[in-house]
């Protein structure tokens, strides 16, 4: 299956919002994609995002 392109905008602690391209199956569970953007967050140093799944946006863009 090929993958496709997904924005994902996590909100932080610090009031911005951080986007994240994930490339997963057009098919693929909004919450694997949510904690996919969201574990590559973790591991930088920006200031922590909120880990609520309805907090976020995840977009199809390709």
Do not use: K, N, T
Request: aromatic share 14%.
């Amino acid at each position: 299956m090929e993958s496709r392109c997904w924005l994902v905008a996590l909100p932080a602690v610090d009031g911005r919002q951080y986007v994240y391209r994930v490339y997963a199956p057009e098919d693929a569970l909004l919450a694997d994609l949510f904690w996919e953007a969201w574990h590559c967050h973790e591991e930088s140093s920006l200031p922590r995002a909120w880990d609520l799944f309805d907090a976020a946006v995840i977009r199809l863009v390709g």
